[in-house]
């Protein structure tokens, strides 16, 4: 369970990096990156950074390639904005939960296409 100031910190740097990714970063990978989850360490050392990008398979190994590139960058930045002793470390991820619920999503709609509810009326 995160604290009240993990909460907050997660808050201000999701913010400030959708901010900074939308302003000042001028690498064309990270084009169509959208930051969907941040959760902080509890000790506010290391940011887990979620994200999200439209496009194929390809297209998601370049977005991480740029953020893991640019994280220097972005921490430095982030430092500036941030007031905490240390700015925690930006680790990137890629959020898979909308693949997620595209796929259950997916296997509802073959179920109801291949078992109909029954209303307990007769077929016939």
Known sequence: ????????????IHRDLSLLLMREVRDPRLGDVTITEV??????????????VLGNDAER?????????????LRSQLAAQLRLRTVPELIFEL?????????????????????PVEDGSDPE
Request: aromatic share 6%; hydrophobic share 40%.
């Open 95 to 115: 959020d898979r939960s909308a693949e997620y619920g595209q796929r259950i999503e997916e296997l509802l709609s073959q179920i109801a296409l291949e078992d």
């Open 61 to 73: 190994k370049e977005a991480q390639a740029g953020l893991d590139s640019a994280a220097g960058f």
């Open 39 to 52: 959760r902080v360490t509890p000790d506010l050392l290391i940011a887990r950074i979620f994200f999200t």
């Open 1 to 12: 369970m995160a604290t009240r100031r993990q909460r907050r910190v997660a808050e201000q």
